[in-house]
């Protein structure tokens, strides 16, 4: 009966893709499958599967995680927890270099904070009255098109304005 929601969303904290595990399951062995399934169409040519940066809590700072987002090219902005400095820090020069990290663009991560607060105001969602995760991520999927529909119409009213 518990579940967990995990989500790719784009700087303005609207979903581009969401999942729904079980509760047990960790956070760090969801982000590849996350960032496999992420297709964000143009207007001409193929969908972008490649975002500038990732941003991302202290639960995703994995060598696997890195690696990936190196090997592809995408800007980790992801904190070194404590327990991995040390490790690093005790094995001396073969411990490799500290992660970077850019503290400004980090402070940004706060948008995926503030989407997971607009999913829980839905009470079905933050209750998990749903029996079936089928179900409970049918939910899921439409708040994401909700959010969507009011950021389009709040775009519209913002163009509109400007116009007059």
Not at 11 to 31: C, E, K, Y
């Amino acid at each position: 009966m518990s579940t967990k929601i995990h989500q790719l969303v784009d700087g303005n904290g609207l979903p581009l893709v969401t999942l729904i595990t079980p509760g047990q399951a960790g956070d760090s062995p969801m982000f590849l499958p996350l960032m496999a399934q992420l297709r964000v169409g143009r207007d001409t040519g193929r969908p972008r599967t490649r975002p500038d940066a990732v941003r991302a809590d202290k639960a995703y700072s994995s060598r696997a995680i890195r690696g990936h987002l190196r090997s592809r090219g995408i800007k980790a902005v992801i904190p070194e927890p404590d327990d991995q400095k040390g490790h690093r820090k005790r094995r001396g020069s073969r411990g490799g270099r500290p992660v970077g990290l850019d503290a400004a663009d980090y402070k940004n991560r706060n948008v995926i904070e503030r989407g997971y607060c607009r999913i829980k105001q839905w009470r079905g969602l933050a209750t998990r009255y749903d029996k079936h995760a089928v179900i409970y991520r049918a939910a899921v999927v439409l708040n994401v098109v909700i959010a969507w529909i009011r950021e389009i119409s709040n775009a519209a009213t913002r163009g509109q304005a400007k116009r007059k």
